[in-house]
T-cell receptor, first 110, second 114 residues
Framework: SQQGEEDPQALSIQEGENATMNCSYK?????LQWYRQNSGRGLVHLIL?????REKHSGRLRVTLDTSKKSSSLLITASRAADTASYFC??????????FGQGTRLTINP | GAGVSQSPSNKVTEKGKDVELRCDPISGHTALYWYRQSLGQGLEFLIY????????KSGLPSDRFSAERTGGSVSTLTIQRTQQEDSAVYLCASSFQYSNQPQHFGDGTRLSIL
């Protein structure tokens, strides 16, 4: 079964708007990672947040982690057409095994 | 510096045939992972290598699936007697040894079983 579940499954917004995606998970974690996947390509690592961190920034990306609620959010500010992709959260399911959610398909309309 | 390389990029084969998928990880990465992704879905973990050994084979769907890694580098995923449900994109990733490291993915092999 999937550890992480993203919400919403699909999101369509206008260029320049902010996009927020959420991830919930079930068991305790050491870290949570977010990845992006463009159509027909592999996944690209965006950001890693450790269980003792609450917020992390990288450029236009902001990730929050609430371990008490077992949830994380990814915010993309000032979205661009190039941000159109699927976004996945992944949690460490023990040892070095990452468990991925089903992903959020983000579409940025020009 | 090259990223993770997978070959072939596409493979179409008939049901019942065997297929071999190849992954060349990033040089220096000791951990290597195989995942399967069905259309529009998330990633399903198959197997993980640390060096040449596979501590976790729990995700292999059946005994028709096997994988090996030689020289701590290249890995092959073999599917014997392919079935239509094996159709998917098979993704390979590599990382440094420690678990809190990001994984670097190849672009995958799109496998279609006719």
């Amino acid at each position: 079964s999937q550890q992480g579940e993203e919400d919403p499954q699909a999101l369509s917004i206008q260029e320049g708007e902010n996009a927020t995606m959420n991830c919930s998970y079930k068991t305790s974690i050491n870290n949570l990672q977010w990845y992006r996947q463009n159509s027909g390509r592999g996944l690209v690592h965006l950001i890693l947040i450790r269980s003792n961190e609450r917020e992390k920034h990288s450029g236009r990306l902001r990730v929050t982690l609430d371990t008490s609620k077992k949830s994380s959010s990814l915010l993309i500010t000032a979205s661009r057409a190039a941000d159109t992709a699927s976004y996945f959260c992944a949690t460490d399911g023990g040892a070095q095994k990452l468990v991925f959610g089903q992903g959020t398909r983000l579409t940025i309309n020009p | 510096g090259a990223g993770v390389s997978q070959s072939p990029s596409n493979k179409v084969t008939e049901k019942g045939k065997d297929v071999e998928l190849r992954c060349d990880p990033i040089s220096g990465h000791t951990a290597l992972y195989w995942y399967r992704q069905s259309l529009g879905q998330g990633l399903e973990f198959l197997i993980y290598f640390q060096g040449n050994s596979a501590p976790d084979k729990s995700g292999l769907p059946s005994d028709r699936f096997s994988a090996e890694r030689t020289g701590g580098s290249v890995s092959t995923l073999t599917i014997q007697r392919t079935q239509q449900e094996d159709s998917a994109v098979y993704l390979c990733a590599s990382s440094f040894q420690y678990s809190n490291q990001p994984q670097h993915f190849g672009d995958g092999t799109r496998l279609s079983i006719l």
